[in-house]
C-alpha cells in the first residue's frame, strides 16, 4: 500500500470480461460500408454493423487503420474526428507534413484522377494501383460501366493488369464457394 500512501491511485487489473469474438466477412464488408458512410462515428456505425459495440468496433477500426497505414493505402480512410489533440505524436505530424493532398472542386474530378499519391514507395505503387482498382469496382459510390473498367485495365502495366486479373478470378472464386 505503499503507492496509496503516497497519493498515487491503485490501478484496477485488466480482466477480460468476454472471450474476443473474430469478425466475420460479412460484418469486415458492413464495418468498410458504414465506415465510408458515416467516418468515425462509432455509434452510427456499431447500429449499422449490429452485431458489435462500439468498442469492439473503434478496436476493429484501430486495427484496420494501422494495416491501412502500412501499405500505404491512408488515404482512403476518414480523417480523425478530433487531429489536434495532445496525444498525437511527432510521427503522425511529420506524416501529414510530407504527405502532398490534392484539391478537387468536384466529385467527379476525384474519380477521373488517374495518379496515385500514396504509398511513398516505388516498389508499392502496383500494390496500390491493383488495391484501388478492386475497390473502385466493388466499392465506389457511383457504378462505372464495365468498358470503362476494362479501358482502365488496358492502359496499365502488364503486371499490374495480370495482377489485378487474378485477384478477381480469386474473389469470385471465394465468392462461389
Known sequence: MAAAAAG???????TITRPRERWSGA???????????????WKRIQEFVGTKTAIQIRSHAQKH?????KFGLAGDLPPPLHPHRAGAGAMQQ????????PSFSSPQAFLQDESILLPISPDEVGFAQVYRFVGDVFGSGAPW????HLQRLHGMDPAVAETILRVLRNLEANLAA
Open 27 to 41: 460484418e469486415h464488408g458492413r464495418f468498410l460500408d458504414a465506415l465510408l458512410l458515416f467516418g468515425r462515428d
Open 94 to 101: 511529420q506524416q501529414q507534413q510530407s504527405l502532398e493532398w
Open 8 to 14: 498515487k491511485k491503485v490501478r484496477k487489473p485488466y
Open 145 to 148: 460501366a464495365v468498358e470503362a
Open 65 to 69: 487503420f494501422l494495416k491501412a497505414r
